[in-house]
């Protein structure tokens, strides 16, 4: 007995074909247009979806429209058999047979429609899920530096390295950052020259010589000055980019390896770079910056450390960059800074999360990173953040202005 209803006909016809074709159509949504949008195969996953998601509710109509027609004829035999129209021994029998059958096909198909809702549940979630990644991605895409701005960087890699190098014979590496691929449109390029010689007499020698550089007519380089700091820096810009050169360090290469491992490990697409490029948009970009070291407030390294530890200690729940943007804001907004010092491992007072990199694991990195080198040193009393490949070291030093 078919619906008789003009629209509930039209949608059993409908809902039928698909349940006779198969629940999900393996070939839905395969007919799409194609667009020139860099997300492509997320929205054909999400068209795809949809069109398969419309089958399952399709298929639940028409099998709670079986189950409804199977409890209907249900109650008209037991009335019958109740008014004792059915008085015939053999024809009593053959009723029951036919009961029996009618029940295990009713519960078959009640059974059916539980996994057809359960599927649907599922097909929802896994939807809001593509959702989510097709909008973390397209966010994200606004924060990535263009073919032009990259094209640009490695022409200025090339010609700091050509300068530095043809001049003073010493090797300049790039680290940080841009060797890490998470720095912003407008960020700086971090070099380190591996030299024989003391920091003080290379950072000299390279400040003089791009001065000298810069005096020439139609120079690409400006602004040219020494940061003497703890770490001495010689600072300048070339063709419209932030340049910093120091000599000798070989901690922040360590950190770069270190983070580029990590990245590895954590998988998702590259969740840690990701994460780290949001977070320092965030951080840069918002009304009250609190990103910025020269400026008093939170260093890069220190970051890094903060969101390494959130995606380790709460890997299973993180889905995208936005979820651990999320994380991060509700972990340490709570994060009891004067009587803890945060690590990659996790905080040195108080619970510590069993995260998906191991302690154990973290320390052969160190190990090998640093060749089972120790520093001996007394860590600062105001302590915040711990470098990972030197425990005596605070990257929360930088941090003197109320963030």
Wanted: charged share 25%; net charge neutral.
């Amino acid at each position: 007995m078919e619906p008789t209803n003009g629209r509930d006909d039209e949608n059993f016809n409908n809902a039928k074909n698909s349940y006779n074709h198969g629940i999900i159509d393996k070939r839905a949504g395969t007919s799409c247009t194609s667009s020139s949008s860099p997300n492509d195969a997320i929205e054909k996953k999400i068209n795809k979806l949809i069109i398969g998601d419309q089958q399952v509710e399709d298929c639940v109509f028409y099998q709670s429209k079986k189950v409804e027609k199977r409890i209907g004829c249900d109650d008209h035999k037991f009335t019958n058999s109740k008014d004792g129209s059915n008085t015939n021994g053999a024809s009593t029998s053959s009723s029951s047979a036919n009961d029996v059958m009618e029940k295990q096909s009713l519960m078959i198909g009640a059974q059916r429609l539980e996994d057809l809702k359960f599927m649907k549940s599922h097909k929802d979630a896994e939807r809001i899920n593509m959702i989510q990644e097709y909008i973390d991605k397209s966010s994200l895409q606004m924060l990535y530096p263009s073919l032009n701005q990259q094209s640009l960087r490695v022409q200025v890699i090339y010609f700091v390295k050509q300068l530095v190098e043809g001049s003073l014979g010493c090797h300049a590496c790039v680290y940080g950052s841009t060797s890490l691929k998470t720095f912003l449109p407008d960020g700086d390029i971090d070099f380190t020259i591996l030299s024989p010689f003391e920091d003080t007499d290379i950072t000299s020698k390279v400040k003089f010589l791009l001065e000298m550089e810069a005096k020439r007519p139609n120079s690409r380089i400006a602004q040219v000055q020494l940061i003497d700091a703890k770490v001495k820096i010689v600072k300048c810009n070339v063709n419209g980019i932030d340049i910093d050169l120091s000599s000798n360090q070989l901690m922040g290469m360590g950190a770069t390896t270190f983070y580029e491992y990590a990245n590895e490990r954590f998988k998702k697409d590259h969740l840690f770079k990701r994460s780290v490029i949001l977070l320092k948009a965030w951080c840069s970009y918002r009304k009250r910056p609190i990103l910025g070291s020269s400026k008093g407030l939170l260093s890069t390294s220190a970051l890094n450390v903060m969101i390494f530890y959130v995606i380790n200690a709460f890997y299973d729940e993180l889905t995208g960059p936005f979820s651990v943007l999320n994380r991060f804001i509700s972990y340490y907004g709570e994060f009891m800074w004067k009587n803890n010092t945060l690590s990659v491992k996790g905080p040195k007072i108080g619970a510590k999360v069993d995260g998906l990199i191991s302690d154990h694991e973290i320390d052969l990195i160190v190990w090998d990173l640093t060749r089972g080198r120790k520093t001996m040193g007394h860590f600062p009393q105001k302590s915040n953040i711990e470098d990972p490949l030197c425990p005596t070291n605070n990257l929360g030093t930088s941090v003197s202005e109320g963030m």
